[in-house]
């Protein structure tokens, strides 16, 4: 099956540093990447919506300037949390959907995804 | 907003089979039922879709019922590794969104 990558698993940082997470297509292309953040015991909330080669659609509430998102190619996705606070830490996961998937158009794959640690 | 609507919690006997009900109402006639999992700290585990006949495959059924309101996934020999959060979502074909709900979480029992 499709397999998703993030990289870190897990970071920890300093308040008002800036984290990239990575996330990867590992044996598709994927021409839409999604991230989502998830607090603790809550469900998935999808932030931005991230198409290659164009900018990203941010859901509404969510602070374009403080969570950059890039899709530079058909297999990668970063996520930058910019000058992060305690109240950024989270799950931040991310889904890849495969265009050409047999189990139609909207089976997204997602990623084990990233605990970040704002100190 | 989630179209959905999950019973918050629910328990089941390890070998028994697991039966997650979902209620969407107001479905429309082009969305389709997915049902994906969620393992503790793990990213959500694709399970199955469907749009109005029933389906299997090798992880569980869906059944759908004929007025497409309501649906039930079933794990048929549930395993203490199929403890998870169950979400049940519809979209249609082309949305791109998967909104999420609150979900079920199931708790395999040995």
């Known amino acids: 099956g499709a397999v998703v990558s993030q990289h870190p698993s897990r970071v920890i940082c300093k308040s008002g540093t800036s984290v990239k997470i990575e996330c990867r297509s590992l044996d598709f292309q994927a021409t839409t990447m999604f991230w989502y953040r998830q607090f603790p015991k809550q469900s998935l909330m999808l932030m931005a919506t991230s198409n290659e080669g164009s900018k990203a659609t941010y859901e509404q509430g969510v602070e374009k300037d403080k969570f950059l998102i890039n899709h530079a190619s058909l297999t990668l996705s970063t996520l930058t949390v910019t000058s992060a606070h305690p109240e950024d830490s989270s799950f931040y996961i991310c889904?890849?959907?495969?265009?050409?998937?047999?189990?139609?158009?909207?089976?997204?794959?997602f990623g084990p995804g990233t605990r970040l640690l704002v100190l | 907003d989630a179209k959905t609507t999950q019973p918050p919690s629910m328990d089941c006997a390890e070998g028994r089979a697991a039966n997650l009900p979902c209620n969407h109402s107001?479905?429309?006639?082009?969305?389709?039922v997915y049902w994906y999992r969620q393992i503790h700290s793990q990213g959500p585990q694709y399970i199955i879709h469907g749009l109005k006949n029933n389906e299997t495959n090798e992880m569980a059924s869906l059944i759908i019922t004929e007025d497409r309101k309501s649906s039930t996934l079933i794990l048929p020999h549930a395993t203490l590794r199929d403890t998870a959060v169950y979400y049940c979502i519809v979209s249609i074909q082309g949305a791109q969104k998967l909104v999420f709900g609150q979900g079920t979480r199931l708790t395999i029992n040995p």
């Open positions: 889904s890849a959907r495969d265009p050409y998937s047999p189990r139609g158009l909207e089976t997204q794959y």
């Open positions: 107001t479905i429309s006639g082009n969305e389709y």
